[in-house]
């Protein structure tokens, strides 16, 4: 009798054992996101993106807003064209400028856009169709001596 208890609790201790060595080993399926790195999210940003949303919004020195800019309804709409070799594209219908940029992922795992190194939007959103970018910064303002801040929220269809 005593050897048969002994023989279950050793079953039943290596079935524990087996079932929490699967659980913790667990891979990720297919559904599962995978960390972004700044190759997939480079690999996500290249190709044309049309401006369908935008917002610039410009804070005093005390955080009340001073200007909006409403980017959004613009004729024609600016095109963003994301090239591998680090070149942004960006025409408006009349003109077309270029800018350098670069993807990153900053230490907390965020994904960013450099664009020049003047703009460096946090990437909210990136798929195969839309993309959200959000910038946050200060400015200073010669004229009144005033420090201010700019926040520039924009979002672009995959053309």
């Not at 790195?37 to 009340?64: D, F, H, M, P």
């Amino acid at each position: 009798m005593k050897k048969e208890i002994q023989k279950t609790l050793l079953f039943l201790t290596l079935l524990l054992s087996t079932a929490l060595m699967v659980s913790s080993c667990k891979k990720n399926g297919a559904g599962e996101e995978q960390p972004e790195t700044a190759a997939t999210l480079k690999r996500k940003v290249l190709g044309k993106w049309e401006l369908s949303k935008g917002l610039i919004t410009y804070y005093g020195a005390n955080g009340q807003v001073i200007n909006q800019e409403d980017l959004s309804g613009t004729k024609p709409a600016p095109v963003w064209d994301f090239r591998d070799n680090d070149i942004l594209y960006q025409n408006d219908g009349g003109r077309e400028r270029t800018f350098a940029y670069q993807v990153a992922i900053d230490a907390n795992g965020k994904s960013k856009l450099i664009i020049d190194t003047d703009y460096d939007f946090n990437v909210n959103v990136v798929d195969q169709s839309n993309m959200k970018l959000f910038l946050e910064r200060k400015l200073s303002d010669d004229q009144e001596g005033t420090i201010r801040r700019e926040t520039m929220e924009i979002e672009f269809k995959k053309l």
